[in-house]
């Protein structure tokens, strides 16, 4: 039987519970490439609305 470094197991024990939760966030709020340049083109269109509303003093 070969010896186990325990410290080696710990760390690879943390990094699959990290990458298990990383992966269920990922399905929880991951949004498509297309998704998020949809709101970043609905973002840019709401700010140009905006500053071409605003009064500007001369």
């Given at each position: ?13 943390t ?22 340049l ?15 509303l ?5």
């Open positions: 039987m070969k010896p186990i470094n325990l410290n080696q197991a710990r760390k690879a024990r990094r699959a519970e990290a990458k298990a939760k990383a992966d269920q966030n990922a399905i929880r709020f991951g949004r498509s490439k297309a998704e998020q949809l709101d970043a083109a609905r973002e840019q269109q709401a700010s140009d609305r905006l500053s071409q605003k009064f500007e003093d001369e």
